[in-house]
């Protein structure tokens, strides 16, 4: 005679873990860094057409304190450098970072010292969105695999970020 048989129906069993990673997978709240053409194709990703509040993220938030994802879409200079890296360390933990975008992710075409060389340099990227601009689609994918790879994680990896 199994478990199955001593269960009433309607009775879930899992760890505190995994509920709390579904949770979090399930409500991510985005800070926009948006920095270049890119960031009009997020834009679009919020918009009636791919309604991305249908994966729980509403609104984008203005404050980093009130966020959980980092988009950077767009092309990091040198010189933003330091407030991408000001507004990552405001975000409170477990925070998420997503780079859209070819610029973002390694310089794109703009292979010269004013721009960095794949935003990896200055924040953790836990997810990369390619394309010139990727299109909403795109991004949409991308948000939901960091939803499969945010449910995966243990409590001991988010701890461990930096």
């Known amino acids: 005679m199994g478990l199955e048989h001593k269960l009433p129906s309607g009775v879930l069993l899992t760890n505190v873990e995994?509920?709390?990673?579904?949770?979090?997978?399930?409500?991510?709240?985005?800070?926009?860094?948006?920095l270049a053409c890119c960031a009009i194709e997020m834009m679009g990703t919020g918009g009636p057409r791919h309604d991305m509040a249908r994966f729980?993220?509403?609104?984008?938030?203005a404050s980093p304190r009130q966020a959980d994802l980092m988009i950077v879409a767009g092309r990091v200079s040198q010189k933003m450098a330091p407030?991408?890296?000001?507004?990552?360390?405001?975000?409170?933990?477990?925070?998420?970072?997503?780079s859209m975008g070819v610029c973002a992710t390694s310089g794109g075409m703009?292979?010269?010292?004013?721009i960095v060389q794949g935003v990896?340099?200055?924040?953790?990227v836990d997810m990369?969105?390619?394309?010139?601009?990727?299109r909403p689609e795109m991004l949409m994918d991308?948000?939901?695999?960091l939803h499969e790879k945010i449910k995966q994680e243990s409590f001991a990896d988010q701890g461990a970020r930096a």
Request: glycine share 6%.
């Open 120 to 124: 990896d340099h200055v924040v953790p």
């Open 56 to 61: 729980g993220m509403e609104v984008f938030r």
């Open 128 to 134: 990369y969105v390619p394309g010139c601009p990727p």
């Open 83 to 98: 407030v991408l890296r000001r507004i990552y360390d405001q975000m409170s933990d477990p925070k998420w970072v997503l």
């Open 18 to 34: 995994k509920m709390v990673n579904f949770s979090r997978s399930a409500s991510l709240w985005p800070a926009t860094f948006g």
């Open 110 to 114: 703009f292979n010269n010292y004013a």
């Open 142 to 145: 991308g948000i939901l695999k």
